[in-house]
């Protein structure tokens, strides 16, 4: 089985940059693909980056030019940076693997304008 757990977000000023990551444990060589997810309040879910253990990458519209992702497949860690942070980045994110087979509990990141 696999376990993810997110840490980083609370609190961040428009503008400024949102940091998260994500650390698997267990059956790590498991994982091929791992994924931040967000949701807001009264919205559905909504992927927000991909990468893949090849290094494939792929963002959504809305964090495309002021995101990155980054992975470690081997130790099992991911990390999400969004720049120029907005309020509608307000959401709770979610770290998953291989697309939704495993997820993590969420983090809340709360963007004040």
């Known amino acids: 089985q696999v376990q993810l757990l997110e840490s980083g977000g609370g609190w961040v000023q428009a503008g400024g940059t949102l940091r998260l990551s994500c650390e698997a444990s267990g059956a790590v060589f498991r994982i091929k693909t791992m994924s931040w997810y967000r949701q807001a309040p009264g919205k559905q879910r909504e992927l927000v980056a991909t990468?893949?253990?090849?290094?494939?990458?792929l963002r959504a519209e809305s964090v495309k030019g002021r995101s990155s992702i980054s992975g470690d497949f081997y130790e099992g860690t991911m990390s999400l940076q969004i720049d120029n942070s907005k309020p509608e980045d307000t959401a709770i994110y979610y770290c998953a693997g291989n697309q939704g087979e495993y997820w993590g509990q969420g983090t809340q990141v709360t963007v004040s304008s």
């Open positions: 990468i893949s253990d090849t290094g494939n990458t």
